[in-house]
């Protein structure tokens, strides 16, 4: 069973910037895609980027596009979202997922998900 565990979340001003970390224990990710989702307060969990197994395609929601970089290093067995510029809108709980495959420009087949690290983007 795997297990996943995001870290580095926080609070940050609006133009900030923060990097989650996403640690799996209990298996390896290296055959997995793995993405990032959040969920504002009040609204539903939405995709947010997304990774291969290998690491070598990337897939972003529209918004965050050119301002959210996911990463992985499978040696470490992490997963990573490096997030810049950020904005109040940004404010969410994040959580890290592992999946079967990517399709439709998301994460599909979810098959572990962690608890989630909270972010808060101040104004």
């Known amino acids: 069973q795997v297990q996943l565990v995001e870290s580095g979340g926080g609070l940050v001003q609006a133009g900030g910037s923060l990097r989650l970390s996403c640690a799996a224990s209990g298996g390896t990710l290296s055959s997995y895609a793995m993405g990032w989702f959040r969920q504002a307060p009040g609204k539903e969990r939405e995709f947010v980027a997304a990774i291969t197994w290998s690491g070598g395609i990337t897939y972003y929601k529209g918004s965050v596009k050119g301002l959210f970089t996911i990463s992985r290093d499978n040696a470490k067995n992490t997963v990573y979202l490096e997030m810049n510029r950020l904005k109040p809108e940004d404010t969410a709980v994040y959580f890290c997922?592992?999946?079967?495959?990517?399709?439709?420009?998301?994460?599909?087949?979810?098959?572990?998900w962690g608890k989630g690290t909270p972010v808060t983007v101040s104004s």
């Open positions: 997922a592992a999946g079967l495959a990517i399709h439709g420009g998301t994460l599909a087949g979810i098959t572990y």
